[in-house]
């Protein structure tokens, strides 16, 4: 691993080390050649951290020693997950490992008809869908805005943004008619819509 004009130069050597540069790629913008910004540098420290035969150049062992903390969560969106990095801090301060716990629950609902399963009448399920992975500290990127509610709620620093290059064409050239008016329900789900700008609006048969 080498720096050089503030970008990091990742050079693979087997099979393993390609895999591992690979897991991360959905969150961490690679360019040609295993060749990325330095300012990710926080993205990959624990996967540097796991692979201890790695050489690294002398520019690349200032970079790192010359590193300061930061207490900045980063939220990664991705087109279908995005990714929460709390940098260890949920296990410093109460604060943040209450954030954690906070968006779980709000990224989570009771599946209707779950009284009726085997598993909940044994007691081996709650009934509960978690949208929130706490082992990857992921979310459906729809649900962004109900981190960033939790994390403004507290008043923790955050910064966010895209590992995509461009956001999703619309599949679709729709136009207004503007003859039909729509009924106050339709609006309200129009609104939703340019609102969190993704998501699915469940609409039952009738709903126009």
């Known amino acids: 691993m080498d720096v050089k004009n503030d970008f990091l130069i990742v050079q693979p050597t087997d099979k393993k080390e390609t895999n591992l540069l690979r897991k991360v790629a959905d969150f961490v913008p690679f360019q040609e050649g295993w060749t990325i910004p330095c300012t990710?540098?926080?993205?990959?420290?624990?996967?540097f951290k796991s692979i201890?035969?790695?050489?690294?150049?002398?520019?690349?062992?200032?970079?790192?020693?010359?590193?300061?903390?930061?207490?900045?969560?980063?939220?990664?969106?991705?087109?279908?997950?995005?990714?929460i990095?709390?940098?260890g801090l949920d296990r410093?301060?109460?604060?943040?490992?209450?954030?954690?716990k906070n968006i779980d629950k709000a990224c989570s609902y009771f599946m209707l008809g779950?009284?009726?399963?085997?598993?909940?009448?044994?007691g081996l399920w709650d009934g509960i869908i978690r949208l929130y992975d706490s082992r990857f500290?992921?979310?459906?990127?729809?649900?962004?805005?109900?981190?960033?509610?939790e994390l403004n709620r507290r008043k923790i620093k955050y910064v966010k943004y895209n590992t995509y290059n461009d956001s999703p064409k619309?599949?679709?050239?729709?136009?207004?008619?503007?003859?039909?008016i729509p009924d106050i329900y339709q609006i309200e789900a129009i609104n939703s819509g340019?609102?969190?700008?993704?998501g699915v609006i469940k609409s039952p048969t009738g709903f126009g």
């Not at 340019?194 to 993704?198: A, P, S």
Request: proline letters at 4%.
């Open 40 to 47: 990710y540098i926080y993205q990959l420290r624990e996967l």
């Open 52 to 83: 201890k035969t790695w050489e690294r150049s002398d520019s690349f062992n200032k970079f790192i020693k010359d590193l300061k903390p930061q207490e900045t969560v980063e939220i990664k969106c991705g087109v279908i997950k995005s990714h």
């Open 85 to 87: 990095d709390f940098k």
């Open 92 to 100: 410093k301060f109460p604060a943040y490992s209450e954030a954690k």
């Open 114 to 122: 779950a009284q009726n399963s085997n598993m909940y009448k044994k």
């Open 137 to 149: 500290n992921s979310v459906p990127t729809g649900l962004i805005y109900l981190v960033e509610e």
């Open 170 to 180: 619309p599949e679709f050239d729709w136009e207004v008619n503007k003859v039909i």
């Open 194 to 198: 340019l609102r969190y700008k993704r």
